[in-house]
């Protein structure tokens, strides 16, 4: 467990996250983070756009479903 301190940046809050935890989630600087809300109200932080990841579900649905529209596309 990390205990992190809010801190005043500018006119804004914010949080530090130690080098460990960056070097976890493989992010440097000028990188995205995206904060989501769990169903139980906990927030999780990470790298990945939780709508990219959405679209791309959606994006493989449709190719399995149009596999063979698209394979005959394709040609």
Do not use: C
């Amino acid at each position: 467990m990390l205990d992190l301190k809010i801190r005043k940046i500018g006119n804004a809050r914010g949080v530090i996250l130690p080098r460990e935890v960056l070097d976890k989630l493989r992010v440097k600087d000028g990188d995205k983070l995206y904060l989501t809300e769990a169903p139980d109200g906990s927030y999780r932080i990470t790298p990945y756009d939780p709508e990219f990841e959405k679209q791309m579900t959606l994006a493989k649905k449709t190719m399995s479903r149009y596999r063979n529209t698209l394979r005959e596309l394709s040609k």
